[in-house]
């Protein structure tokens, strides 16, 4: 019998295996969690995993502990990691800003998730900065959730607190992402068939709104030098946006 090589895509998928499996717990009470989960996210540096639990829970596991957890138990054994939790944050002590698992509960059905980080020299548009509510540091990681309501809501990471509940999408927000820029420049894609760019800088004030879609709005994507944003839709079609 003939043997043929493999294509790149034959290989890719021959290399691939899974190393593990995250199961949500079953909620049937308060229904927070246990349904589908619609979406997850790495953290710039590595350093946290996010996914949603079906629900209004988004779960945050260290990545390294994830994977070491991986390691021990195999696939299937590491539905919950509470068993072997890192210290809660001190923030007097030496486990400040050390990834810890913990859960957030966003009040609303989870659609989707972004990891933002500061850049310090990235400053905000606005001129006034001096009346800025929030100062974001270079060590400050933020979590943006996308809602069933249309509000897209800022978590600091570290301490759980919501820095931002931002009110302006109609419908349920499909997709988050921060410029790659360090700039905090966000970009919610919504059923409401526009996509709104936020400010975190300048205290989440929204700087443009986006209307080239005739439908729903599922999916965006920045250039990498930020510049331009581009994004998909229920109208079949890629729309480009320059943002500079």
Known sequence: MASFPLSVNEKLIARSRTIGELLAPISPFDKKCGRENWTVAFAPDGSY??????????????????????????????????????????????????????IIDCGDIVWSLAFGSSVPEKQSRCVNIEWHRFKFGQDQLLLATGLSNGRVKIWDVYTEK??????????????????????????????????????????????????????????????????????????????AAILV
Not at 90 to 96: A, F, L, W, Y
């Open 49 to 102: 995993f996010a996914w949603s639990q079906g629900h209004r829970i988004v779960k945050l596991v260290p990545w390294s502990q994830c994977l070491n957890n991986f390691s021990l138990h195999g696939t299937k054994n590491v539905a919950n990691l509470n068993n072997s939790r890192l210290p809660r944050q001190d923030s007097d002590g030496g486990q400040k800003n050390k990834p810890r698992e913990h």
């Open 162 to 239: 919501l820095l931002l509940n931002l009110m302006d999408h109609a419908e349920v927000v499909r997709d988050l992402t921060f410029a790659p820029d360090g700039s905090l420049i966000l970009v919610s894609s919504s059923r409401d068939k526009t996509l709104r760019v936020w400010d975190l800088k300048d205290d989440g004030n929204m700087i443009k709104v986006l209307r080239g879609h005739t439908n729903w709005v599922f999916g965006c994507a920045f250039s990498p030098d930020s510049s331009v944003l581009c994004s998909v839709g229920a109208s079949k079609a890629v729309v």
